[in-house]
């Protein structure tokens, strides 16, 4: 496999390659990690067109699964933090598709992961508003256009449903990569011939055994934070 890393994490990279020999991926390669989080609002169809009228071509989301089935860009677990709504815990796996649709992605008072971006931060990059993108439309956006990196976050489900979603809207296999922490989740990817990369965050390096994830199938690892 090849590690693959966040550049202000050397020192956990270079402790791996030492143990373990794996080749490093130092530089060259370019990807939207939530379709470019922190420039534009992330995961969203704005964002991504964004990014693809400046000539990115590899694409890194994250899909979860609606309780009535569909696949919704997510990273986050619940809706509270593009919502900005802390007063209500609302899993996107207990919200319907049309739940998830019907929320506005607030731009004067959305959160980062590490600051709430208001005072117009978004709004100053012309954002009034925007809403959740779901995995179809994503697909027909910009399926077969750029490199999919998409990782698996919620269980054996959300990868099954990936899979399928990804047969439906005839993505080559050669144009995505499934990633997941949880080996479970990607059995079905696996099984059906995608490329595998296993997220790996700092800590969990220490103990990471990458003989066996190459044993499983996992063509790529990558230390995430």
Do not use: W
Request: charged share 20%; glycine share 8%; hydrophobic share 40%.
């Amino acid at each position: 496999p090849v590690l693959g890393f966040n550049p202000t994490k050397h020192a956990a990279i270079d402790s791996l390659v030492s143990r373990d020999g794996i080749p490093a991926m130092t530089g060259g390669v370019v990807n939207l990690h939530r379709g470019g989080a922190d420039v534009v609002i992330e995961n969203t169809r704005a964002g991504f067109t964004q990014a693809f009228a400046q000539g990115f071509r590899i694409f890194e989301t994250d899909t979860r699964l609606t309780v009535d089935g569909a696949l919704v860009l997510s990273h986050d677990t619940n809706v509270n933090r593009l919502v900005f709504d802390p007063g209500a815990d609302r899993n996107v796996a207990n919200l319907t598709k049309a739940q998830i649709k019907a929320l506005t992605i607030d731009p004067q008072t959305i959160q980062t992961d590490d600051t709430v971006k208001g005072t117009g931060f978004f709004r100053a990059q012309g954002y009034d508003s925007a809403s959740y993108y779901f995995l179809d439309d994503y697909l027909a956006d910009f399926g077969n256009k750029v490199l999919m990196l998409i990782e698996v976050k919620d269980n054996v489900l959300t990868g099954d449903a990936l899979v399928h979603a990804l047969e439906r809207n005839g993505i080559a296999k050669e144009n995505v990569i499934v990633m997941t922490f949880v080996d479970a989740y990607v059995a079905s990817a696996k099984a059906n011939g995608y490329t595998l990369l296993k997220l790996y965050n700092t800590a969990g390096t220490a103990t990471a055994n990458f003989a066996n994830d190459r044993a499983f199938g996992y063509s790529i690892v990558s230390c995430e934070s």
